[in-house]
């Protein structure tokens, strides 16, 4: 084919604007912000250049509060969600009948709106003066005293926090492990069964080796997908996230830019930054650790 | 022997069924009560200390109300203008780049292409604060231009066409050009209607993304002309109906829910294969 520098561009023109302009054009400009000290946003002058914001974030309590929030939402989430979705991906996948009523249930979290059925999550943990809850009536059934798990005690909300969080990235993992369960090839299965091998054995040797770069994926995006919550926190405990010990890392970085506390973007992007470092080695080491365990073909 | 394997298939069978249900009910439920709730009387919810199953005496009144104490219609028509316009510039936008990618040889294609891959693992927090200056300094807060403009680029979406563009075999385009059709005309007239199951897939896609959205209308959008649903929902649990009104609330979670639900049922299949295909959310 010939050469067609000018149609090629021009065809390419659109989409290079709006990728240039906001998104190349920012992660220049936000590494600049979190070196630029005293920035003003009104002015739009600052008086330095140096790393006092990162010194700043990393010295605010309500920084490291968020930290400490999602590291624990990160550690609780990220291996519950995948071993439970593997138990259902197994499931789903050793039934015929019901099979696809099920799939379609479980997918049904991916597409609600994550704010909406926050807030019926609210609803089911909720202790007010008229009702306890649905969940304390419950637990209440089982002898346990009434605990207020939207403005109670820390554990109590991380822990709402937490299931909630699992419940809404199920859809996609069970979604992903089903169809590489399903891909697997049948040959490798019968050749076993001919063999006499047991389940458990067809399960570590067969199964889990063929949907373990699948299973990799999944925990490679659950970390960086648990590492950037927010809508979750605030579908549950409202915007005021810092009041309700609840804020996660991205809460900060929104706070710091904008409402009550906001019109920093200096600290914003310092606190951006610092999140994609985290992440980044995070995701490093996952990719380290799983050249020595995912057999690839 | 025999009989005690065919019974131990069994009970592991009715053991997946029972756990395959539990987590059924569990996505259900929530789902369940928000409609039942949104049924219930403000009067008759307050007054159950334990929340009954099924409202008693079941009422329309609270989505009258979301209509008319909070103006939920104008967020779904605000939410409805920004999915659509979004996705319909996304689309000419992706379809363009991906064509360019598949098909026209030029100049630095490999290097852009590289570029755009890599632009893939970048987080969106990363540039919404600048991203929320630019529009800030533009003087497009709480306007249709700065919600959509900013919420266009989707660099996966132009992987998927390009890679789908790409498996058309050269024979179609070398006739085409025989015939005299030039590229935008091949574009149009083959390549679309070949490769449709993807742009639809990619619609839909986007159109969920659109309409869940929330930290990014949440920025730029503080006058409740321009909120989008998410944002309603949130003003509406922190300001509307008196705070306490949670069946007037349940109401408008319900309408909120709705269309998505509805268009995932009908697309099933598609939004399923699409998201497999290693869409996330959000």
Known sequence: ?297 | MQKNRALGKKITKGFTYAGLSLWAFIVIFPFYWMVITSFKSYGSYNSERIPSLIPTSPTFENYANAFSAVPLGRYLLNTLIFSLATTAIMLVVSVLAAYAFARISFKGKNIVFTIFLSLMMIPAELVIITNYMTVTNLDMRNSFLGLILPSVSSVFYIYLLKENFAQVPDELYLAAKVDGTGDFKYLIRVMLPICKPTVITVTILKIIECWNSFVWPRLVTDEEAYYLVSNGIQSIRESGFGRENIPAMMAAVVIISLPLIVLFLVFRKKIMSGVARGGTKG
């Not at chain 1, 023109?13 to 992660?27: E, H, Q, S, T």
């Not at chain 1, 006499?196 to 925990?219: A, E």
């Not at chain 1, 951006?272 to 380290?288: D, E, G, K």
């Open chain 1, 1 to 297: 084919m010939k050469e067609n520098n000018l149609k090629g561009w021009l065809y390419l023109l659109p989409a290079a604007l709006f990728i240039g302009v906001f998104m190349v054009y920012p992660l220049i400009d936000v590494l600049i912000y979190s070196l630029e000290e005293g920035f003003n946003f009104v002015s739009g002058n600052s008086f330095g250049v140096g790393f006092y914001n990162y010194f700043y974030v990393l010295s605010d309590p309500y920084f490291l509060a968020a930290l400490k929030n999602t590291f624990i939402l990160v550690i609780f989430t990220v291996p519950v969600s995948t071993l439970l979705a593997l138990l259902i991906s197994l499931g789903l996948s050793s039934i015929k009948k019901l099979r696809e009523l099920f799939q379609t249930v479980f997918f049904l979290p991916y597409v609600t709106n994550t704010l909406a059925v926050g807030m019926v999550f609210m609803l089911l943990f909720n202790k007010t003066d008229y009702t306890d809850g649905l969940v304390n009536i419950i637990l209440g059934i089982f002898g346990m005293t009434p605990i207020d798990f939207i403005a109670g005690p820390y554990w109590a909300k991380m822990l709402v926090l937490c299931l909630y969080t699992v419940w809404v990235v199920m859809p996609f993992k069970v979604l992903v492990l089903t169809s590489a369960i399903c891909s697997v090839n049948p040959d490798y299965y019968n050749a076993a069964m001919i063999d006499g091998t047991s389940r458990r054995r067809m399960f570590t040797r067969i199964t889990l080796p063929m949907i373990s770069p699948m299973l990799f994926y999944l925990v490679i995006t659950g970390f960086i997908g648990a590492f950037k919550a927010y809508s979750d926190a605030v579908a549950i405990f409202g915007t005021e996230l810092n009041v309700a010990e609840m804020n996660t890392i991205v809460g900060y970085i929104y706070d710091m830019l904008y409402g009550d506390g906001g019109g920093y973007p200096s600290y914003a992007s310092a606190a951006a930054i610092i999140l994609f470092v985290i992440v980044l080695t995070i995701t490093v080491i996952n990719l380290s650790v799983s050249k020595k365990h995912v057999h690839y073909n």
